[in-house]
Structure formats: C-alpha cells, structure tokens
C-alpha cells in the first residue's frame, strides 16, 4: 500500500492522467478497500496533497467514505473546494462534502468563494446537492438565500426552471420564495414536464459486479437519465420532434441535454434525421454537453454517416473557463478520436486545436498526448 502511494503521489509530470474515466476507476478501487483502512486515508490525504491535480482528483474519489470519520481528510475537501486549481476538483469536493452532510453550517457567502455560483450549471449544482433536502423549513431558506444572490437574472431564470424541473415541492417553494414573480416560459415549462416525468439513476452503494450491473441498467454516473429519448422522438411528427431537439438547448440541465446526444445516438435513422438540429450540443458552454455531442457525432461517422468533422470541432474547441466549468480534458480527447476518424491532417488539427491547447499546462499536454498514442490516434499537441 505504501509504495502505491509513493509512486501515484510522486511529482514526476509522467503520472498525470488526462482521462476521467480512468481516474475514476482508480479512485473508485481506492474507495472500496475495506480493510487497511487507516492506510487507505494516508494514500488519499497524501494524494490530494500532491501538486499534481489528476492525483488530487484520485484522491477525492478515494477518499470519500471515510471523509465522516477523518478530520485532516475533511480539511483536505474543503481546501480543494476553495482553492482547487480547476472545477472538476472543486465540484467533486463540494458533491462529497455533501454526500457526508458536512456543509450544512455554511452560508452563501462561503459558497460565493468556490466559484461554483459563477454559472448557472454551477449554481443549479449547487441547490441540487445542498439545497435540496427533505427538511421542507430548511429547502426554503436555502432556495430563498440562492434565488437572491444569484449572479444575474439570467442564472436566476435558469435556477428556478431547473428547481421546476427536480422539486417535489415545487409549488410551495414558488409561494414561499416569490418564485411566482419568475413565471417560467410556457414553450420551456412544456419541455421541463417531459423530464419531469423521467427519473435519473442517483447515487450507488453497490461495487463490484453488482455495481456494473446497476451501472448497465440504469446508467453510468448518478445525474444520468432514464432512456426515454429515442421511444419519446419516435412518437412525435418530424416537426415536433425537430422543435423538441432544439429547445432541449436551453433547458438548465446539463444532465437532461447529455442524454439527448448519450441516446439518440443509438437510433441511427433518427440521428442521421435531426443532425443538423443536434448542431447546438458542440456549441454549449459546458464541456460535458460538448463531449456528449461530439462522442454521438463519432458513433454517426463510424456508421457511414456524412458528418462535418472539421466545422464540429472548429466550433467545439472554443476555450472554457476550468476555474467554473469541469470536463475540458476530455473534451479534447472525444475532439481528437474524432478528427481521427475524419481523417484529419496533422497541420489541420493543429491549427484546430491550438487555441484551445494553449490554455493547457505542459503535463496536461504531455499526458493527452500520452493518452493519444495509447488510443492509436495519429496526432501531437505541441
């Protein structure tokens, strides 16, 4: 166990993982060792304290079950969730802290320094996972204190669509919190009750096999949606079913817009249909959204469809704000695996990608392009 930790915390640039998936799954094997549990905290606490942020995130998922029953590991969350060099640190600390009901004596102001109310997906985030609870007197004081300190009335107006579209209470909130002074657009409001009806997987307790099961089954992370896209599609003439795709870009979640792109994929005749229309998914400002668009776009183009692989990630790689907004890694790995299978010249990608790249540090870009040889895709950032 220790020499696993020395190499993982090690500060060599060549243990930077660029992949999401598989930090996960190296966090997730950490998380599940029930025996040598005090060694397993050092591994995680010595992990979130390398420089070296991919580790951090290891960590994180590492660490997470026994974030109750140790102090100096809580410390380590809450560091992150201030100071964490990019949001896929910070959102992950802030989701764990509250699986583990270890914020509930923070305010707003605290919040204000995590930069998760700087977006509408980070403030909708917010109210989600700490807003949201079953304590009724509680729910209303805390959706009242973020409907009015929200950034701008653009991200209050997505807050209370996206409360619509989860709460269970949503009427005696509208009342309690003046809710009913931000009437929801009535075009939006429909589409709001189509997802209102669906469920989406939520969180795990089961591992291993039973995990994958559940994982195949309902979904692979805890926001994903129930599959109803395509069957819903099916059921409507091709101007509803048009008009439907296209407002589904404005909804305020961004779980709900990746299981658009996530299911419609595999309906092939519908995809080739509305490829045009799902266009909006690689301009969206989360990175998750893009990635969902861009992976759906590559499932298209293996399957013979005529799919406009340069104008897709021309307009994708249009540089995020990491300090707001997770994902930007993987992003630029679905961007490549597709300018792959285009065909992509080396010159063309680069020019593509080099604005983008840019805002990357030297071990990100030495492990995507680590991450790039492994997958057998024929390009270097420089």
């Given at each position: 166990?220790?020499?696993?930790?020395?190499?993982?915390?090690?500060?060599?640039?060549?243990?930077?993982?660029?992949?999401?998936?598989?930090?996960?799954?190296?966090?997730?094997?950490?998380?599940?060792?029930?025996?040598?549990?005090?060694?397993?905290?050092?591994?995680?606490?010595?992990?979130?304290?390398?420089?070296d942020w991919s580790?951090?995130?290891?960590?994180?998922?590492?660490?997470?079950?026994?974030?109750k029953?140790?102090r100096e590991?809580?410390?380590?969350?809450?560091?992150e969730?201030?100071?964490?060099?990019?949001?896929?640190?910070?959102?992950?600390?802030?989701?764990?802290?509250?699986?583990?009901?270890l914020?509930?004596?923070?305010?707003i102001?605290?919040?204000?320094?995590t930069?998760?109310?700087?977006?509408?997906?980070?403030?909708?985030?917010?109210w989600?996972w700490?807003?949201?609870?079953?304590?009724i007197?509680?729910?209303?004081?805390?959706?009242?204190?973020?409907?009015?300190?929200?950034k701008?009335?653009?991200?209050?107006?997505?807050?209370?669509?996206?409360?619509?579209r989860?709460?269970?209470?949503?009427?005696?909130?509208?009342?309690?919190?003046?809710?009913?002074?931000?009437?929801?657009?009535?075009?939006?409001?429909?589409l709001l009750?189509?997802?209102?009806?669906?469920?989406?997987?939520?969180?795990?307790?089961?591992f291993g096999?039973r995990?994958?099961?559940?994982s195949?089954?309902?979904?692979g992370?805890?926001?994903?949606?129930?599959?109803?896209i395509?069957?819903?599609?099916?059921?409507?003439?091709?101007?509803?079913?048009?008009?439907?795709?296209?407002?589904?870009?404005n909804i305020?979640?961004?779980?709900g817009?990746?299981a658009?792109?996530d299911?419609?994929?595999?309906?092939?005749?519908?995809?080739?249909?509305?490829?045009?229309?799902?266009?909006?998914?690689?301009?969206?400002?989360?990175?998750?959204?893009r990635?969902?668009?861009i992976?759906s776009?590559?499932t298209?183009?293996?399957?013979?469809?005529?799919?406009?692989?340069?104008?897709?990630?021309k307009?994708?790689?249009?540089?995020?704000?990491?300090?707001?907004?997770?994902?930007?890694?993987?992003?630029f790995?679905?961007?490549?695996?597709?300018a792959?299978?285009?065909?992509?010249?080396?010159?063309?990608?680069?020019?593509?990608?080099?604005?983008?790249?840019?805002?990357?540090?030297?071990?990100?870009?030495?492990?995507?392009?680590?991450?790039?040889?492994?997958?057998?895709?024929?390009?270097?950032?420089?």
């Open positions: 166990m220790e020499e696993w930790a020395k190499l993982e915390a090690e500060k060599s640039t060549s243990k930077f993982e660029a992949s999401w998936l598989v930090r996960r799954a190296i966090g997730s094997a950490l998380n599940k060792i029930t025996f040598l549990k005090v060694e397993k905290v050092r591994v995680c606490t010595d992990l979130i304290k390398s420089k580790m951090k995130v290891i960590g994180i998922i590492g660490g997470r079950n026994s974030l029953s140790d590991l809580q410390s380590e969350y809450f560091r969730l201030i100071t964490g060099v990019t949001m896929d640190l910070k959102w992950l600390a802030f989701l764990y802290l509250c699986d583990a009901k914020l509930d004596d923070k305010d102001v605290f919040f204000k320094k930069g998760l109310l700087s977006t509408d997906w980070g403030t909708c985030e917010y989600h700490y807003g949201s609870t079953s304590d007197s509680i729910l209303i004081s805390r959706t009242k204190e973020l409907i009015t300190n929200c701008s009335e653009e991200i209050r107006s997505k807050l209370i669509e996206y409360i619509y989860y709460s269970i209470n949503y009427e005696e909130l509208s009342t309690a919190c003046d809710i009913k002074n931000h009437p929801i657009h009535s075009q939006t409001k429909d009750d189509i997802f209102k009806e669906k469920t989406t997987r939520g969180e795990t307790k089961s096999i995990k994958w099961l559940y195949r089954l309902y979904g992370w805890r926001g994903e949606h129930e599959r109803f395509v069957h819903y599609i099916n059921q409507l003439s091709t101007d509803d079913a048009r008009n439907f795709l296209l407002c589904s870009a305020p979640d961004v779980a817009k990746m658009i792109f299911q419609i994929k595999n309906d092939l005749r519908l995809f080739e249909i509305y490829t045009d229309i799902l266009m909006w998914g690689v301009k969206d400002p989360h990175p998750w959204v990635r969902s668009a992976d776009f590559i298209g183009l293996q399957n013979g469809l005529n799919i406009d692989a340069y104008t897709i990630i307009q994708s790689l249009v540089a995020s704000n990491r300090n707001i907004y997770p994902g930007a890694l993987d992003l790995i679905s961007t490549t695996k597709l792959s299978l285009a065909s992509i010249s080396m010159a063309d990608y680069q020019q593509l990608t080099k604005k983008a790249f840019n805002t990357l540090s030297r071990t990100e870009i030495d492990a995507l392009n680590r991450e790039f040889k492994s997958e057998a895709l024929p390009y270097v950032v420089l």
